[in-house]
């Protein structure tokens, strides 16, 4: 037997009068990540103990979170790229420049971006879910309420492909927009 509650009529008024997307603001936030990116951007030219692959011909004094400090960062992945790299350095490698990649999108751009790990990425854009869960989108960039970007991908389509896939290029595209003579 059911009782009748004085609440029952209230919350399906509740529900016919207010947009359900309405209840979207009451959602958790997403656990951002961005402190542990910065220190692994900084362990790029900084991490004695366990140094980033070919650390020598890292330009380390240019790495300031600027724009400018991705063309440093290229020329350095494009002379370690052909190297037989350990898979764990490899790994290593594309965190670090990836995450450094990702800091200068972060400080420079006027969209304010957080680090999320896949997991908690997928819960906000539901289409990230059908790339896996891999070394290139273990960890995104995102801006509310649904933008994201790769800089992880980016790093490894570079060690794949060389200078035609250019951090600094994208993310000076991304951050001043696509040139009208850009392809």
């Known amino acids: 037997m059911?009782?009748?509650?004085?609440?029952?009529?209230?919350?399906?008024?509740?529900?016919?009068?207010?947009?359900?997307?309405?209840?979207?603001?009451?959602?958790?936030?997403?656990?951002?990540?961005?402190?542990?990116?910065?220190?692994?951007?900084?362990?790029?030219?900084?991490?004695?103990?366990?140094?980033t692959y070919r650390k020598d011909v890292l330009e380390c004094g240019c790495l300031d979170f600027s724009l400018e400090s991705l063309k440093p960062l290229d020329r350095f992945l494009d002379k370690v790229r052909h190297d037989?790299?350990?898979?764990?350095?490899?790994?290593?490698?594309?965190?670090?420049?990836?995450?450094?990649?990702?800091?200068?999108?972060?400080r420079t751009s006027e969209v304010e971006y957080h680090w999320l790990y896949f997991e908690d990425a997928c819960k906000i854009v539901k289409s990230i879910e059908k790339l896996g869960?891999?070394?290139?989108?273990?960890?995104?960039?995102?801006?509310?309420?649904?933008?994201?970007?790769?800089?992880?991908?980016?790093?490894?389509?570079?060690?794949?492909?060389?200078?035609?896939?250019?951090t600094y290029t994208f993310a000076k595209v991304l951050l001043n927009g696509t040139p009208e003579n850009f392809i």
């Open 2 to 51: 059911h009782t009748k509650h004085y609440g029952d009529d209230m919350t399906k008024k509740i529900r016919t009068r207010f947009n359900p997307g309405l209840f979207k603001l009451f959602r958790k936030k997403p656990r951002v990540q961005d402190k542990a990116f910065i220190d692994l951007s900084l362990m790029l030219s900084l991490d004695e103990s366990r140094p």
């Open 133 to 166: 869960d891999q070394l290139g989108t273990s960890a995104v960039l995102w801006s509310s309420p649904d933008h994201v970007c790769f800089p992880l991908v980016k790093v490894l389509k570079f060690i794949s492909n060389g200078k035609e896939d250019s």
């Open 84 to 106: 037989s790299i350990p898979e764990d350095a490899l790994i290593i490698q594309v965190l670090r420049t990836g995450a450094c990649r990702g800091e200068v999108m972060r």
